[in-house]
């Protein structure tokens, strides 16, 4: 049987090709972000990658022969050159520390370990923090394939200490050019409000941004839309904290970042809070000046998440 190459796996894309040539080379790195919507393609490349760097058939540098104990073992699950921790979906702090231990132990002599962890989306600064003294500080043979659904939602600290890369089928190709297009809508407006709540922006200029959100609508029809998302922003960062259930209109792009939010919140203010959204959404229909509305709504937000 002939041997295998990972573009067999996965496909011919980016990823596949710098694998390749990373193992013919001999130049593998110690970090990457694999990024794409396929969640299967990424595990996929990550089996492979396995594969490729422990079979013990005869084959080329970067081929795999598919039928050797160690290949049928990651075929199986039960490698112990590769561990898949973590879900596209949710963090635990006892998955990182796992994923940590597993890291730590070193190889056997001419084996690749492959640590997996999915979802880094979802990272806070502090999971984060632990997972790159680790990548930092490598065990010798070990890759880490960090797995993100969109790579803007990686905290920086992680992306300036890995290689990032798309992995797509052809069939992704399309939604390869969906995720490169910014986000508009409801997505943009919550990018607004997550700014200002984590006050890397001024109040003014949070409601100059949100009143000019969408072109085609007035400033009453805009300054709605924000009060409305104003109210997911909040449900959705409680949903975070395990706090309401999930809200089914959000996006999976910008979700992980709610989960992110760390500022105070006194959860016992959220309910009148939101009934004062729904007083000011009174207000506009009313014809009260909708920047006034909107000003006001945000002064309160920002008293709850810092306590002014």
């Known amino acids: 049987m002939s041997a295998k190459r990972m573009t067999d796996a996965v496909g011919d894309c980016p990823a596949t090709r710098c694998f390749e040539a990373a193992l013919v080379s001999h130049r593998l790195g110690h970090a990457y972000l694999l990024v794409g919507r396929d969640e299967d393609a990424k595990l996929a490349l990550a089996a492979a990658l396995a594969k490729a760097g422990n079979c013990r058939g005869d084959h080329a540098p970067g081929e795999f022969c598919d039928t050797c104990p160690s290949c049928r073992q990651v075929d199986a699950g039960g490698s112990a050159n590769i561990r898949v921790f973590g879900d596209s979906g ?10 940590i231990s597993y890291a730590s132990v070193k190889t056997a002599s001419g084996c690749l370990k ?18 790159l003294k680790t990548i930092e500080e490598p065990v010798p043979g070990n890759v880490f394939l960090l797995l993100s659904q969109n790579s803007r939602r990686v905290l920086a600290t992680i992306r300036s200490r890995v290689q990032v890369m798309k992995v797509e089928r052809s069939t992704q190709v399309i939604s390869d050019l969906q995720d490169a297009v910014f986000v508009t809508g409801e997505d943009a407006r919550l990018e607004v409000l997550l700014e200002f709540a984590k006050a890397n922006v001024s109040l003014s200029e949070t409601v100059g941004r949100l009143l000019r959100m969408s072109s085609q609508n007035s400033l009453r029809d805009n300054a709605t839309a924000g009060l409305q998302t104003i109210a997911l922003f909040m449900n959705s960062v409680l949903r ?12 999976l792009s910008t979700e992980p970042e709610l989960a992110r939010v760390n500022f105070v919140l006194d959860e016992s203010r959220v309910g009148l809070f939101l009934d004062h959204l729904g007083e000011r959404l009174k207000h506009i229909e009313q014809n009260v000046n909708p920047e006034l509305v909107l000003t006001n709504a945000l002064l309160e937000l920002r008293r709850m998440t810092t306590h002014e």
């Open 90 to 99: 949710i963090l635990r702090i006892d998955t990182v520390d796992q994923f």
């Open 114 to 131: 492959v640590s997996v962890f999915r979802g880094v989306d979802f990272f806070t600064d502090v999971a984060a923090d632990r997972v």
């Open 240 to 251: 975070a904290r395990g706090k309401a259930p999930p809200a089914a209109s959000i996006s």
